[in-house]
């Protein structure tokens, strides 16, 4: 079945990049997803990759998506406190109006 | 423009209650989805409408029924409230899964419920 795995936890200082990392097993997934989640609210969109792409960038933002061994990650340049939240990888199959996210991972800044 | 809207925001219900979670989109999005975030588990899908009179089940429906009333709400009831259904519950809706370039779901901003 679908799945979507990504780690837990991850402490990086302020000013440095922090590398979010994900895998998925579904090989027909079309779109794949980065969403963010801050304290008290619902999830918002940050970014998204389509699966014939191998890398997009928007501002402190880089997505790079490796086709054959499914891996997916987030960098997120120069890291500020305002980047602490918990951010989801997440795919969407072709033709399928459903949409599989992973646990998440707590991204935390230090001082 | 208020994207997804859902009320109530904070419910405490004791075992055996039931209440019904409301859900409004004005997006004109065709799809939505109800989900439950659990620590350390994610977003489970409970069930999902892809288009205005059709709900099917998610990863974790039992317990639950949905009602999708028009193109702009959906709602989740929950007949007899368990302890085991404290959780933060998510609407979310999005364009359209099929021949759309990219459909990202639009979330509120969640239900916190917990029940005694």
């Known amino acids: 079945g679908e799945d979507v795995e990504q780690s837990l936890f991850l402490s990086v200082r302020e000013g440095d990049s922090s590398v979010i990392n994900c895998t998925y097993t579904?090989?027909?997934?079309?779109?794949l997803y980065w969403y963010k989640q801050e304290p008290g609210a619902g999830l918002q969109l940050l970014t998204y990759?389509?699966?014939?792409?191998d890398m997009k960038q928007d501002q402190r933002l880089t997505v790079l998506l490796n086709k054959k061994d499914k891996h997916l990650s987030l960098r997120i340049a120069d890291t500020q406190t305002g980047d602490s939240a918990i951010y989801f990888c997440a795919e969407r199959g072709r033709g399928d109006d459903k949409i599989i996210f992973g646990k998440g991972t707590r991204l935390h800044i230090l001082p | 423009n208020a994207g997804v809207t859902q009320t109530p925001k904070f419910q405490v219900l004791k075992t055996g209650q039931s209440m019904t979670l409301q859900c409004a989109q004005d997006?004109?999005?065709?799809?939505m989805y109800w989900y439950r975030q659990d620590p350390g588990m994610g977003l489970r899908l409970i069930y999902y409408s892809a288009s205005e009179g059709t709900t099917d089940k998610g990863e974790v429906p039992n317990g639950y029924n949905v009602s999708r009333l028009n193109k702009r709400e959906f709602s989740l009831r929950l007949e007899s409230a368990a302890p085991s259904q404290t959780s933060v519950y998510f609407c979310?809706?999005?364009?359209?899964?099929?021949?759309?370039?990219?459909?990202?779901?639009?979330f509120g901003n969640g239900t916190r419920l917990t029940v005694t």
């Open positions: 997006m004109n999005h065709n799809s």
């Open positions: 579904d090989s027909s997934s079309t779109y």
């Open positions: 990759i389509f699966s014939n792409m």
């Open positions: 979310a809706s999005s364009e359209n899964g099929f021949g759309t370039p990219s459909a990202p779901l639009h």
